[in-house]
């Protein structure tokens, strides 16, 4: 079975410093690994995947992730945090071939941004 | 591109009214439809998948008699809840994923959900 852990339900950050959201994975075989964005009343936006290729994965608004195999995680960075990040982060991730093709969430980070 | 457009954003109705909530893929067909159930600061809890011309499948602990999904184009696929009750209140929100030979590496788009609360 796949799973996804986000071992931090709230992460707090001053604007202007790098932020951090963690989560690891467990598949069988390769992954796919997606990051969705979460503002309140909305549903989720999609920010970045990794596939396959080049470890590092850049998506939209200044997010990335990097993919680490022997660690099985993925974590989203961003360089400067900003307070509109503020929001819910989810991780998700799904077996590249073989098992379920849909994929798991993890149960969500609340990224919260200080001025 | 990639627009899922899902109707109403919120309903209030009385315990014992069904509601009909749709989701539709505006720019792209959907062969699969996912719809789930979130609770306040919480994650997603998945309901069910459903493909377009097929019955859908409901996760374990999931009434389908309760909650009738119906996907009958690649467009549109529709939720209805039955003699809502209280604890059917939540927030239900949809997502499709395209067709096509890549499609299983392709994320899901998601409908922007909708606030249910039965009185």
């Known amino acids: 079975a796949q799973s996804v852990a986000q071992p931090e339900d709230q992460v707090n950050v001053a604007e202007g410093n790098p932020l951090t959201v963690k989560c690891t994975y467990s598949?069988?075989?390769?992954?796919?690994l997606f990051w969705y964005v979460q503002y309140p009343n909305r549903g989720l936006q999609f920010l970045l995947k990794y596939i396959t290729g080049d470890n590092l994965v850049k998506g939209s608004y200044g997010f990335e992730a990097e993919f680490n195999k022997s660690q099985t995680s993925f974590h989203l960075k961003k360089p400067s945090a900003l307070v509109s990040d503020s929001a819910l982060y989810f991780c998700?991730?799904?077996?590249?071939?073989?098992?379920?093709?849909?994929?798991?969430f993890g149960r969500g980070t609340s990224l919260i941004v200080h001025p | 591109g990639a627009v899922v457009s899902q109707h109403p954003s919120w309903v209030i109705c009385k315990s014992g009214t069904s509601v009909k909530i749709e989701c539709r893929s505006l720019?792209?067909?959907?062969?699969?439809m996912f719809w789930y159930r979130q609770f306040p600061k919480q994650s997603l809890m998945l309901m069910a998948t459903?493909?377009?011309?097929?019955?859908?499948?409901?996760e374990q602990g999931v009434e389908k008699d309760k909650f009738l999904i119906n996907h009958a184009s690649l467009t549109l696929s529709t939720l209805t809840v039955t003699s809502a009750h209280p604890e059917d209140s939540s927030f239900y929100i949809c997502?499709?994923?395209?067709?096509?030979?890549?499609?299983?590496?392709?994320?899901?788009?998601f409908g922007d959900g909708t606030r249910l609360s039965i009185l």
């Open positions: 997502s499709a994923r395209g067709t096509g030979a890549d499609y299983s590496n392709q994320p899901q788009h």
């Open positions: 998700a991730v799904r077996a590249a071939s073989g098992g379920s093709y849909i994929p798991t």
């Open positions: 459903s493909n377009e011309g097929s019955k859908a499948t409901y």
């Open positions: 598949v069988s075989g390769n992954p796919y």
């Open positions: 720019d792209f067909q959907a062969t699969t």
